[in-house]
């Protein structure tokens, strides 16, 4: 159980594009979906959190206009890239996160990697 | 503010040999501590978590991890080590006061024959 899926897995894109990214949670329902971006050998670095039906709220220094995210329902949430450049090159994580006995608990989907020529 | 602090960058162990993976924290509250395992080019996958209640958290592959609150420390332990546990290792924190995972900045373990 407990299953997070990330489609595409990898996309490689011209500069000036619009990259749509999802996030399914296929046997649960996520209150909540988060979005990280990971640069090669570093930490995740969480880029907004969101909630179902309502606006996602952007961690301090992610453009909201750059990464457009849509909470549609309690299984799915979409990452969107817009007019990318390279510099948004980067390995793209969701997580969902669902109620277990009050600890919140998140999992992971298995990311997505962004090319941008 | 929430913080995880995970010492080394590179661990290398022996096959068959124990291994520690370190993790020290700084939260204001009670911390849930995870750990979480990541192959190359893929997501995470969650090894195991302290909540509460014993100190010594048993999880996936034979992994397990001591919740020390004197020394804010969960490091991660294995008593043998095997090639395939090479990975990237992260450490997490949740405190409902931030309600988000703050993560470490990762440990490459490596295990060689």
């Known amino acids: 159980g407990a299953v997070v899926s990330q489609h595409p897995s990898w996309v490689i894109c011209k500069s000036g594009t619009s990259v749509k990214i999802e996030c399914r949670s296929l046997d649960f329902q996520a209150t909540t979906m988060f979005w990280y971006r990971q640069f090669p050998k570093q930490s995740l670095m969480l880029m907004a959190t969101s909630n179902e039906g309502s606006k996602a709220t952007y961690e301090q220094g992610v453009e909201k206009d750059k990464f457009l995210i849509n909470h549609a329902s309690l299984t799915l949430s979409t990452l969107t890239v817009t007019s990318a450049h390279p510099e948004d090159s980067s390995f793209y994580i969701c997580?969902?996160?669902?109620?277990?006995?009050?600890?919140?608990?998140?999992?992971f989907g298995p990311g997505t990697r962004l090319t941008v020529l | 503010a929430q913080s995880v602090a995970q010492p080394e960058d590179q661990v290398n162990v022996a096959e068959g040999n124990p291994l520690t993976v370190k993790c020290t924290y700084s939260?204001?509250?009670?911390?849930?501590l995870f750990w979480y395992v990541q192959y190359p080019n893929r997501g995470l996958q969650f090894l195991l978590k302290y909540i509460t209640g014993d100190n010594l958290v048993k999880g996936s592959y034979g992994f397990e991890a001591e919740f020390n609150k004197s020394q804010t420390s969960f490091h991660l332990k294995k008593p043998s080590a095997l090639v395939s546990d090479s990975a990237l290792y992260f450490c997490a924190v949740f405190t409902g006061t931030a309600s988000k995972l703050t993560f470490g900045t990762g440990t490459r373990l490596q295990v060689t024959l």
């Open positions: 939260v204001s509250g009670n911390p849930y």
């Open positions: 997580s969902a996160r669902v109620r277990t006995s009050g600890t919140n608990e998140q999992f």
